[in-house]
């Protein structure tokens, strides 16, 4: 089982519509919770952070954190075709390791047409 | 405000040799951390540095190598390349507690092209 799971799509969806990404976590101690936008061939950008269940809304994102269920997701509503890129959900590895290192899904591509 | 950087931006080597990538932090953070980052993969971890010490390390062979310097700057050794060591390497920098809590941001990343 992998510790990050996203699914790698393509998800495409119409200007306008709410994308839905999805990640799932195997690692229950995890407690730091990452979303990375990731255009082709440029290093990942932060978009958002969640630590407690339920719902973190920034202008068009909101994040979604479920513990008891290990699931994380980024909703992006009213989606443009410059949204289209890789999506990246990141864990921080449980505090146990004394670290912070980020643990990646491989991503789910997005495209957004007009 | 300065955020992450990088150099260089792009590197050509041939297998056997060795090679250096460099990165500063963003101003404030003393935590740099080093991933490798494939075609179509998400990032992996390398290792972290904190207060000059390696404080952890990824799945990675003694191959892959670091240092962290005074003022926070951080280098990535790579000896000994072979063709698939040919990734984007990824610098993040935050403020390390360990804990659990930091976040961090990338600088633009250095490809590396082994040939």
């Known amino acids: 089982q992998k510790e990050v799971e996203q699914n790698s799509g393509p998800l495409s969806v119409p200007e306008g519509a709410i994308a839905s990404l999805n990640c799932t976590y195997s690692d229950r101690g995890s407690q730091s919770f990452f979303w990375y936008r990731q255009y082709s061939g440029k290093s990942p950008e932060l978009i958002m952070f969640?630590?407690?269940?339920g719902d973190k809304e920034d202008g068009r994102f909101t994040a979604q954190l479920n513990k008891a269920s290990q699931y994380v997701s980024l909703l992006i509503r009213d989606s443009q075709p410059s949204d289209s890129a890789t999506y990246l959900c990141?864990?921080?590895?449980?505090?146990?390791?004394?670290?912070?290192?980020?643990?990646f899904g491989t991503g789910t591509r997005l495209q957004v047409f007009p | 405000d300065a955020g992450v950087t990088q150099s260089p931006t792009h590197l050509i080597k041939t297998r056997g040799q060795q090679v250096t990538l460099r990165c500063s932090p963003k101003?404030?953070?003393?935590?740099v951390s080093w991933y490798q980052q494939a075609l179509g993969q998400g990032p992996q971890f390398i290792f972290q540095?904190?207060?000059?010490?390696?404080?952890q390390r990824g799945n990675f062979p003694d191959r892959f190598s670091g240092h962290q310097f005074p003022n926070y700057s951080s280098e990535l050794n790579v000896n000994a390349l072979l063709l698939g060591d040919s990734a984007l390497y990824l610098c993040?920098?935050?403020?390390?507690?360990?804990?659990?809590?930091?976040?961090?941001?990338f600088g633009p990343g250095t490809r590396l092209t082994v040939l």
């Open positions: 990141a864990v921080i590895a449980p505090a146990r390791y004394n670290t912070d290192k980020l643990i």
């Open positions: 969640i630590y407690s269940n």
């Open positions: 101003s404030g953070h003393d935590t």
């Open positions: 993040a920098s935050s403020s390390g507690s360990g804990q659990g809590w930091d976040t961090q941001y």
């Open positions: 540095y904190y207060e000059e010490e390696e404080r």
